[in-house]
């Protein structure tokens, strides 16, 4: 079967040239589907081709199908957006993910026993993915929900994810990520976060004071399954200026660990 010259994967790093399996056409309009973030909810066909590398002329037929499918839509034709077909996308794996599906009312109870936000996520890549959210109120500048992602290296959940990944694996990440600094308490070079990822896995918890967004002060501790190891992460954030980072450890963590070992039987 010819390929048309559109679904061709570009550029000499390609992982996948020469896999006669590979779907080029598929996976670039997955790739188009994850251009969409919170931040960028709007895109023009020039705004994804330039931030995925995909050629206008294959984002069109990207957007066109997918378009016909129900899962974007743009009014003026030029604009593209999500539709809320999207969610089915993703449904069928929150749906059979045990701890998505009934970590809900510990998640609730525990935001509402501290009155501050909490969050599950799993590591998905170089990045977390919030799986589970009970919000009391907002404290961040970025908006997140379930699907959200962020940089793992750079937040609490990453960092208890990123402290039990085998050496191997972590190496490799380590080796691809680029250190941003957020704020000036963002760690600032791989051998620190190295030490911090050990302090991590020694203590049971990691604390993220402001190295994220100023203001924002979040603790997290690891989500173990039946087979001993760690699926996922329990974190707490709060609002830096209303509660300290003594206060995280003396109050806030004994309630993050009691509901972490809760949570951890519904992994069962």
């Known amino acids: 079967m010819e390929m048309h010259p559109d679904d061709k994967l570009t550029g000499d790093s390609d992982p996948f040239k020469g896999d006669p ?7 670039r ?3 188009v589907i994850q251009a969409f973030t919170p931040q960028r909810r709007v895109l023009s066909i020039s705004q994804i081709s330039q931030k995925t590398g995909i050629p206008r002329a294959a984002v069109r037929r990207c957007l066109y199908t997918l378009g016909k499918l129900g899962f974007v839509y743009a009014e003026d034709g030029k604009n593209f957006q999500l539709r809320p077909r999207i969610l089915s996308l993703g ?10 599906r009934s970590a809900q009312p510990v998640l609730k ?3 509402e026993m ?4 909490c969050s599950i996520a799993t590591l998905d890549g170089d990045d977390i993915l919030y799986i589970a959210r009970a919000s009391s109120s907002r404290i961040m500048t970025i908006d997140l929900d379930i699907g959200s992602r962020l940089p793992a290296w750079s937040t609490s959940m990453g960092r ?11 190496n490799d990440m380590l080796a691809r990520i680029t250190m941003i600094r957020y704020t000036p308490q963002t760690i600032s070079s791989v051998s620190k976060l190295r030490s911090e990822l050990k302090a991590v896995r020694q203590q ?22 039946p087979q001993g190891q760690v699926e996922a992460a ?7 200026g209303q509660v300290s980072a003594a206060e995280m450890l003396d109050r806030v963590l004994p309630e993050l660990q009691k509901a972490a070992s809760e949570l951890s039987l519904l992994m069962r």
């Open 114 to 117: 501290l009155n501050e936000s």
């Open 109 to 111: 109870h525990l935001s």
């Open 160 to 170: 208890v994810l990123l402290s039990h990944q085998p050496e191997e694996k972590l």
């Open 234 to 240: 329990l974190n707490v954030g709060v609002h830096a």
């Open 204 to 225: 049971g918890y990691a604390l993220n004071d402001q190295e994220l967004e100023m203001g924002l002060r979040s603790l997290a501790v690891p989500l173990y399954n």
């Open 21 to 27: 399996n590979f779907m080029a056409s598929l996976a």
């Open 29 to 31: 309009g997955l790739e």
């Open 91 to 100: 449904h069928a794996w929150l749906a059979s993910t045990p701890l998505a």
